[in-house]
Structures are given as C-alpha cells and as structure tokens.
C-alpha cells in the first residue's frame, strides 16, 4: 500500500492537523472565509504550504526569495544557472527521439551544456556559498515580504491532485484563491496549451488562446485585483503548471499574454 505523507499543523482556530496537506490547506481556507480576511491565518497557511520541503515548488520559493534579495551578480548567477539546466534538460528530450547524425550533433551539444551547467554551479557558489543549504529551507511568508520591493509581487501556487490554491504576496499582503480541480484540472489545460507550440509534422498548429485564457483565468485571475500597478511579478508553480510558462498565459482579450517571472 501506499504511505501519504503528513504531518502535523496547528490550524488557529479550528484543529490540530495530522493530515497530508491539502486537508490541512482547506481547514484554513474555510476558517479564513468565516472569519473574513485574516493576514494572520493567511500567513499561516502560506506557511503550511512550504513545508513540503524537497518539493520543487518549495526550491522554487527560496529561489525566488534569494533572486529578490540579493544583489545583481547573485541574481545573474541563479539565472544562468536555471537557464543551463533548462538547456540541458531541452537538448536531452530531443536526443531521445534523435537518430543518425542528429543524435551525434545533439550528444556533442549535450557534453557542451553539462559542462556549462557544471560552470554555473561553480560561479553560483562562489557568488553565494550558502547556495545549496539555503534553497533547502522552507521560506515563510515574512521572508519574501522583507525581499519584496514596493509593487513586486510574488505568486505561489500549491497543488494536489484535485485542489489547489494560490497566494499572491505583495505590500505586506496576502490575497488567497481557489485552484478548482487542482492538479488533474491544471494538466488537462496545460496539455492543451502545449499541443499547440509543440512542432509537429513541420508546423505549428494554431495556438490555443481560449486554453490559455482559461489557465490564467483558474491561476492568476483569482489573485489579479491584486497585480494592479504591480511592476514585476514572479510566479512559483508547482504541479502540472511546473510544464509551462506563465508568459505565455493570457491574461485577457485586450492585454494578450501575461508577462511573469517563472
């Protein structure tokens, strides 16, 4: 049989958790909506939420954090380091299905970004030698609001199989919204989205906007009252939504594509 993971939470207010987490997530959704909009209660929930620690999602959130505090040369240096693994990881997928010549050019390309991904992770170090224990640390929302500048934001999904949420922190405030359907829900659309900038058969099919309309619409929309003005915003995902890019989201007919750091 299966194990699900769980743990302990104190849930202000309505119970003491020894429950996997989402359960222990809606304990606190329902009590913050009877009792109206609690930061107190929002900041604990957020908080719950990270300590899925070695989750993706929660690597992302350090990340995250350390790219809004630090200074530029550390910033540049997770950037690279990120962009080399996405890289490698691209080059990869395509040798899997490459053959003949191709797949020799592609190997040649594969041993030229492992060494670059290495490269990065040496300049990383160097540049923030606390690099590896820090993003293995479950961040608070009191962290991120201390690296957050005046009108960043940051938004931070949480998924499970069939429900999920996102928080949106900005100016020492939490905004909360119900994923519905969570992580089956957010494959089905991403899917869809996928499809239509994957090339096949020489040419990419048409893009499929109502799908991307539809993502933002069950993500960010929940939360977009509170984006107004915002100058940057960096998205954390997790789950399905972990397989596309938040830019490519449409935020609505007039705007066209969101624009976000992922």
């Given at each position: 049989?299966?194990?699900?993971?769980?743990?302990?939470?104190?849930?202000?207010?309505?119970?003491?958790c020894?429950?996997?987490?989402?359960?222990?997530?809606?304990?606190?959704?329902?009590?913050?909506?009877?009792?109206?909009?609690?930061?107190?209660?929002?900041?604990?929930?957020?908080?719950v939420?990270q300590?899925?620690?070695g989750?993706?999602?929660?690597?992302?959130?350090?990340?995250?954090?350390?790219?809004?505090s630090?200074n530029?040369?550390v910033?540049g240096?997770?950037?690279?380091r990120?962009?080399?693994?996405?890289?490698?990881?691209?080059?990869?997928?395509?040798?899997?299905?490459?053959?003949?010549?191709?797949?020799?050019?592609?190997?040649?390309?594969?041993?030229?970004?492992e060494?670059?991904?290495?490269q990065s992770?040496?300049?990383?170090?160097?540049?923030?030698?606390?690099?590896?224990?820090?993003?293995?640390?479950a961040?608070?929302?009191?962290?991120?609001?201390?690296?957050?500048?005046?009108?960043?934001?940051?938004?931070v999904t949480?998924?499970?199989?069939?429900?999920?949420w996102?928080f949106?922190?900005r100016?020492?405030r939490?905004r909360?919204?119900?994923?519905?359907?969570g992580?089956?829900?957010?494959?089905?659309l991403?899917?869809?989205?996928?499809?239509?900038?994957?090339?096949?058969?020489?040419?990419?099919?048409?893009?499929d906007?109502?799908?991307?309309?539809?993502?933002?619409?069950?993500t960010l929309?929940?939360?977009?009252?509170?984006?107004e003005?915002?100058?940057e915003?960096?998205?954390?995902?997790s789950?399905?939504?972990?397989?596309v890019?938040?830019?490519?989201?449409?935020a609505?007919?007039?705007?066209?594509?969101?624009?976000?750091?992922?």
């Open positions: 049989s299966r194990r699900r993971h769980t743990r302990s939470f104190h849930v202000t207010g309505v119970q003491t020894a429950l996997p987490i989402s359960p222990c997530l809606a304990a606190y959704a329902r009590q913050i909506e009877n009792a109206g909009e609690s930061q107190g209660l929002l900041s604990e929930m957020f908080d939420a300590l899925a620690r989750s993706a999602t929660a690597e992302l959130t350090q990340k995250a954090a350390l790219r809004l630090q530029d040369k910033a240096e997770l950037a690279a990120d962009n080399a693994g996405a890289l490698l990881n691209d080059l990869r997928e395509r040798r899997a299905a490459a053959s003949g010549g191709q797949a020799a050019d592609l190997d040649r390309q594969i041993e030229q970004a060494a670059a991904l290495r992770e040496v300049d990383l170090q160097q540049a923030l030698p606390n690099y590896h224990t820090l993003v293995e640390t961040v608070p929302a009191a962290t991120l609001f201390k690296a957050l500048r005046p009108n960043e934001a940051v938004a949480s998924l499970s199989e069939r429900d999920g996102v949106l922190l100016d020492n939490i909360l919204s119900q994923i519905k359907g992580n089956k829900r957010m494959g089905e991403v899917d869809a989205v996928r499809k239509t900038v994957e090339v096949e058969g020489g040419g990419l099919p048409a893009f906007a109502a799908a991307a309309r539809t993502l933002y619409a069950e929309g929940g939360v977009a009252d509170g984006l003005g915002a100058t915003l960096t998205v954390v995902p789950g399905r939504l972990l397989s890019p938040f830019q490519m989201l449409i609505d007919a007039a705007t066209g594509p969101a624009t976000a750091d992922t």
